[in-house]
């Protein structure tokens, strides 16, 4: 089996869909996409073609290795996420050739069900407890939510104590059989982080998500030891 063409399709308002043909007429689907950049994914996926095409689809560590790691420059979002879908859509195809879904290549099912959580907002829109109230009741057993917009590297009292309001007003809201995990997009300088994580311990959060941009991750563990609340991260880390 050869690989005959990549195909990419730009879908409102800010996807990218990735079709790879072969010559059995076996085709796989992927996601090349980074928010904001689905034009410039694209363009990259038409760049590694050039690689791929006459290429045996099932080598997939081989190609991903020969794409990651075979260009001068490497890495970063727009590259990473290129091959992330080139990827996904190699593996389609190898699972429809064999005739076996995917996770079955994996090594095989972990878990019957998976517990999920709803993002709710809440950047400036303040009705965040109605929000996941509205979550609540549709069954959902945790919301994710921004607890702010964006923040001075030294904020002012009156908006620092507002973080914690907030996610104060959904717990009171949603009671404590549920859980609010609070993402902050990188909006916290480490004073910030140091300053405010502190301030929603009593609320529980399941867990914080990117307190600080990606640049200064090697001082994650200045807030992962000035907190109890589990730190989740490396949403932009490629
Ligand atoms: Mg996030």
Not at 59 to 85: C, D, M, N
Request: glycine share 8%; hydrophobic share 45%.
């Amino acid at each position: 089996m050869k690989i005959t063409a990549l195909t990419t399709y730009l879908v409102a308002p800010r996807w990218c869909f990735l079709r790879i043909d072969t010559d059995e007429g076996i085709t796989g689907w992927g996601e090349p996409v980074v928010e904001g950049r689905a034009q410039t994914v694209a363009a990259a996926v038409a760049e590694l073609a050039d690689y791929l095409v006459g290429k045996d689809p099932m080598s997939i560590e081989a190609h991903w290795q020969a794409l990651t790691k075979g260009g001068f420059y490497r890495g970063g979002p727009i590259l990473s996420s290129a091959v992330a879908g080139i990827d996904q859509a190699l593996w389609d195809i190898t699972g429809k050739a064999l005739g076996v879904p995917v996770w079955q290549l994996l090594g095989g099912a972990v878990r019957e069900r998976i517990r999920v959580y709803s993002w709710i907002g809440g950047d400036r829109p303040d009705d965040v407890a109605a929000a996941a109230l509205e979550r609540k009741s549709q069954g959902f057993t945790a919301i994710k939510m921004n607890a702010s917009a964006e923040l001075d590297p030294i904020d002012t009292p009156r908006a620092t104590t507002a973080i914690a309001d907030r996610v104060a007003a959904v717990r009171t809201a949603v009671g404590d059989e549920f859980d609010i995990a609070v993402d902050f997009h990188g909006r916290l300088s480490v004073a910030m982080a140091r300053r405010v994580l502190p301030l929603l311990e009593p609320h529980l959060p399941l867990f914080v998500e990117e307190p600080l941009v990606p640049e200064v991750s090697d001082r994650i563990g200045e807030i992962t030891s000035a907190t109890a609340i589990p730190i989740a991260t490396s949403e932009r880390l490629y």
